[in-house]
Nanobody, 122 residues
Framework: VQLQASGGGLVQPGGSLRLSCVAS????????IGWFRQAPGKEREAVLC???????WYEDPAKGRFTIARDSAKNTVYMHMYRLKPEDTVMYFC?????????????????WGRGTLVTVSS
């Protein structure tokens, strides 16, 4: 059972990236998937989550700039990031929670995968 986040990299301010959260060893069907991020020395914070019924929760970092989508055929959840800012430069992680109704409550999520680093810089 594994979740793998990928798609990070270097992007200029105002640019876009698509992060992928690929599940292996289990089907994403029935699971909520959340994107979270953490800067060095700071607490992890919620970004954007999608429930097992495709409801979405946008936390402050994501409002107006990020979107989330599930591709069941690829067992993957994507987070599209637009109008990136230097303060978005952090490590991004995905995690799962079985069922729905959790929003982005971090304590409900498990199976944290390795993160992917996003760097926004000119």
């Amino acid at each position: 059972v594994q979740l793998q986040a990928s798609g990070g990299g270097l992007v200029q301010p105002g640019g876009s990236l698509r992060l992928s959260c690929v599940a292996s060893g289990f089907s994403l069907e029935g699971y909520s998937i959340g994107w979270f991020r953490q800067a060095p020395g700071k607490e992890r914070e919620a970004v954007l989550c999608i429930s097992s019924t495709d409801g979405t929760w946008y936390e402050d970092p994501a409002k107006g700039r990020f979107t989330i989508a599930r591709d069941s055929a690829k067992n993957t959840v994507y987070m599209h990031m637009y109008r990136l800012k230097p303060e978005d430069t952090v490590m991004y992680f995905c995690a799962r929670a079985y069922g729905s109704g959790f929003g982005c409550a971090m304590s409900s999520y498990d199976s944290w995968g390795r993160g992917t680093l996003v760097t926004v810089s000119s």
